[in-house]
Nanobody
Framework: QVQLVESGGGSVQPGGSLRLSCVASGNIFSIEVMGWYRQAPGRQRELVAQ???????KYADFVKGRFTISRDNPKNTVFLQMNSLEPEDTAAYYCNAERVALFNADRFYDFWGQGTQVTVSS
């Protein structure tokens, strides 16, 4: 089985920074895409940022250059550096692993973490 474990969430004041981490563990051969989504109360889950195994990135427009995604492929880890946080960034942040190849498997899988809360408030 595969597990995604997030860490690094918390409470910060507007303008502050947080760094989220997500480690994927299990019977993993490779992960094509790792990324972060977020979901605020009463709203749909939305993409924040994602990165392919080769290093291509995609960011949501609301990131506006404030967030940076990075990966450590050998360690199946993805990071999200969040700077200049705004109250509107308050949400549960979820790690996502997309097109995961497992040893001895003949198809790809997608996995989600349990989420880590980010609260931005003065």
């Amino acid at each position: 089985q595969v597990q995604l474990v997030e860490s690094g969430g918390g409470s910060v004041q507007p303008g502050g920074s947080l760094r989220l981490s997500c480690v994927a563990s299990g019977n993993i051969f490779s992960i094509e895409v790792m990324g972060w989504y977020r979901q605020a109360p009463g709203r749909q889950r939305e993409l924040v940022a994602q990165m392919t195994y080769g290093g291509s990135t995609k960011y949501a427009d609301f990131v506006k250059g404030r967030f940076t995604i990075s990966r450590d492929n050998p360690k199946n880890t993805v990071f999200l550096q969040m700077n200049s946080l705004e109250p509107e960034d308050t949400a549960a942040y979820y790690c996502n692993a997309e097109r995961v190849a497992l040893f001895n498997a003949d198809r790809f899988y997608d996995f989600w973490g349990q989420g880590t809360q980010v609260t931005v408030s003065s």
